[in-house]
């Protein structure tokens, strides 16, 4: 699978983004996807997991209530919305893919894309 992110950019505290990730190899409605972000600094850490089907999403508790994450099988692409962002929300963010929802949670999916910088100013 290679997944490719993009959407990233500038925007303001209280704005919104949408990244997607595009998918291209193996069937992709077969594997659950994430988004990960890195600040700088930072570990990178798990935002939010969909299943393959759509049916089942996780999400950190630090964007629970601000990110929706979906995808759309047809299209072999993920989305994240990202609402009501916030500085701390600025970092480069990366999807993944991986056959097992749970090892997408846990944070080592097998399959990574490039990164998209977000950037949120105050």
């Known amino acids: 699978v290679q997944l490719q992110a993009s959407g990233g950019g500038l925007v303001q505290a209280g704005g919104s983004l949408r990244l997607s990730c595009s998918a291209s190899?193996?069937?992709?409605?077969?594997?659950?996807m994430g988004w990960f972000r890195q600040a700088p600094g930072k570990e990178r850490e798990f935002v939010a997991a969909?299943?393959?089907?759509?049916?089942?999403?996780t999400y950190a508790d630090s964007v629970k209530g601000r990110f929706i994450v979906s995808r759309d099988n047809a299209k072999n692409t993920v989305y994240l919305q990202m609402n009501s962002l916030k500085p701390e929300d600025t970092a480069v963010y990366y999807c993944?893919?991986?056959?097992?929802?749970?090892?997408?949670?846990?944070?080592?999916?097998?399959?990574w894309g490039q990164g998209t910088q977000v950037t949120v100013s105050s």
């Open positions: 993944a893919a991986d056959p097992a929802y749970s090892t997408v949670v846990a944070g080592t999916p097998v399959y």
């Open positions: 190899g193996r069937t992709f409605s077969s594997y659950a």
């Open positions: 969909i299943s393959w089907s759509g049916g089942s999403t």
